[in-house]
């Protein structure tokens, strides 16, 4: 015996065997052989089961409409039982569903309904959709959809949280809502006023989640968008984005630990303000660099330089960014000028005086132009050529990407650029990386370190993740064009921040046509410009 789960007002007679079920003919089988008897498809709406039922015999005795079944085997016109099931299921087809297109030019796209008035589509279910069973034996069960083969989808009913193998028609289902419980914890939705003083939040402030997924925790701020709605604060290791709104100021951590004793004063040692925070090494074989400060001892501290394991080197090799040792000594003379960029030596190496200057001389017994006169008044260490680095990033193929010129242009294009080899050993050297939109320097990895600039990609491969990836700006240049209609920015010459359409492309003379009026064309190499991608969210 079978039963059909069908919804509806339709009527249709046809000419099959049948045996009924119930009432005083039950286990009796009949034809419809004569015009008395004949079989009429039934929808009923309490329970949503298709019915076959001889309409006389169930006047004649007041049977119900479900005591009458169809014999298996016998002749049925299989293309309508189908459509009518196919019809019974898109009573259910809601604005919002996915669907997918089964007739006509666009057969096979998949999308989201706006309107339910179609008939060449069928809904699309996936895997974790919630469900519930709208018709058959199984009516009423709610669960997700744990499996889908072909037609037939296994459930997992909510109730129980039990896997149910259920051999359950896509057609018998119909998309729920999740079912929400009461949680100890109030979820995100509730009724939250914000703290007065979220506006006055700056870098650097310690703040406090107070409610949400990260509710409790606390840490310092390391990221502010001017004008956003959202900040990035340190929790550990981790970099967290939560709302502005739902943070509120606190108090610094190592603040709330003071105790005061009259025979010692605070319980605070040198350095512990420090830990976490970055530090300059400025003696040992390594010399010259930055790193972020774990522990420190009596005599000496655990650090890290980016990217490589921890180490323990004297204190006395150690300082803050305010100049101090972490064994509190101060810096003083030359390493204090030296510690500086402002006061080191290159700031010192083309200073001049003229007339006017030793005139009004409050030394008259010093010329300065004897500072310049002896070379060995300075010595080059680490730390000059730390800065010389510096300045020649600043000199490099994108330090167009640090002046304020161009960064309104980014609030709406994606930037191409081309990797170099020695980054992550050449796996992004052969493909174009896109900087995040609208800020260059922040994408779901969090704000870029100084240096570098939030780039993502896709990896090789059909349907690949887009990756994102923080990557200094020294291994970074411009992409160039590869044919006409593309849009680029000009970075040199007259023409410099214009975003225009390249007009040709010449890629053996590296060279591009670009209309700065509709009769006028102008030609610009290829490192001149850069390629640019409209974002998605402008478009």
């Not at 004649?60 to 099931?85: A, N």
């Not at 179609?118 to 744990?146: K, N, S």
């Not at 809502?177 to 979820?187: E, G, I, K």
């Not at 323990?312 to 101060?330: C, E, H």
Request: net charge positive; glycine share 6%; proline share 6%.
């Amino acid at each position: 015996m079978e039963r059909f789960p069908i919804k509806g007002a339709k009527v249709r007679k046809c000419f099959v065997p049948y045996i009924i079920l119930k009432g005083p003919w039950r286990g009796t089988y009949h034809t419809n052989d004569s015009k008395k008897w004949f079989i009429i498809l039934y929808y009923t709406y309490t329970r949503g089961d298709l019915l076959w039922c001889s309409s006389e015999a169930a006047v004649k005795w007041g049977g119900e409409l479900d005591t009458f079944c169809i014999k298996p085997g016998s002749r049925w016109d299989k293309s309508f039982l189908k459509s009518t099931v196919v019809a019974f299921s898109m009573q259910f087809l809601h604005a919002g569903n996915w669907a997918k297109v089964i007739k006509g030019d666009l057969s096979s796209e998949v999308g989201k309904v706006t309107s339910t008035d179609h008939t060449d589509i069928e809904r699309m279910f996936w895997i974790g959709d919630m469900v519930r069973v709208v018709a058959g034996q199984y009516f009423g069960v709610e669960g997700h959809i744990i499996e889908m083969v072909d037609d037939i989808f296994c459930l997992c009913q909510d109730v129980s949280k039990e896997e149910v193998k259920v051999e359950v028609s896509k057609y018998y289902l119909d998309q729920r809502s999740l079912t929400h419980t009461w949680q100890a914890r109030p979820p995100t939705q509730q009724l939250f006023t914000p703290p007065t003083d979220v506006e006055l939040i700056q870098i650097g402030d310690c703040v406090e989640v107070l409610v949400g997924e990260h509710i409790d925790k606390c840490g310092i701020v390391h990221w502010l968008p001017k004008g956003g709605d959202c900040l990035w604060f340190q929790d550990g290791t981790l970099y967290i984005p939560v709302p502005i709104a739902v943070v509120r100021r606190t108090h610094l951590p190592y603040l709330q630990t003071l105790q005061f004793t009259k025979d010692k004063g605070y319980d605070v040692k040198p350095g512990d303000i420090d830990i976490g925070q970055k530090v300059f090494i400025i003696g040992g074989d390594r010399k010259g660099y930055r790193a972020t400060l774990y522990s420190l001892s009596v005599e000496k501290c655990t650090i890290a330089l980016h990217g490589q394991q921890r180490t323990t080197i004297p204190l006395q090799n150690v300082a803050t960014r305010y100049g101090r040792r972490l064994n509190s000594a101060m810096l003083k003379g030359i390493d204090m000028l030296s510690f500086y960029p402002g006061t080191s030596s290159s700031a010192w190496t083309n200073w001049t005086t003229s007339p006017e200057d030793q005139a009004c001389s409050p030394l008259p017994s010093i010329n300065p132009s004897s500072l310049t006169a002896d070379p060995k008044s300075w010595t080059v260490d680490t730390l000059d050529n730390i800065d010389s680095q510096s300045e020649k990033l600043k000199e490099g193929p994108l330090a167009w990407l640090m002046t304020k010129e161009f960064c309104s242009k980014f609030t709406m294009y994606h930037m191409m650029l081309k990797v170099s080899p020695s980054f992550m050993r050449g796996r992004l050297h052969n493909q174009f990386v896109s900087t995040a939109c609208p800020d260059p320097f922040l994408c779901l990895n969090g704000p870029a370190p100084e240096g570098c600039v939030a780039v993502f990609c896709s990896l090789n491969g059909a349907g690949a993740a887009i990756q994102h990836y923080h990557i200094p700006i020294t291994d970074l240049s411009p992409a160039p064009p590869r044919k006409k209609n593309q849009e680029r920015i000009v970075l040199d010459g007259s023409h410099r921040s214009s975003i225009s359409t390249i007009a040709k492309c010449n890629l053996k003379k590296n060279t591009v046509d670009i209309a700065v009026t509709p009769s006028t064309l102008v030609n610009l190499r290829f490192d001149q410009i850069c390629l640019l991608e409209k974002s998605c969210a402008t478009m």
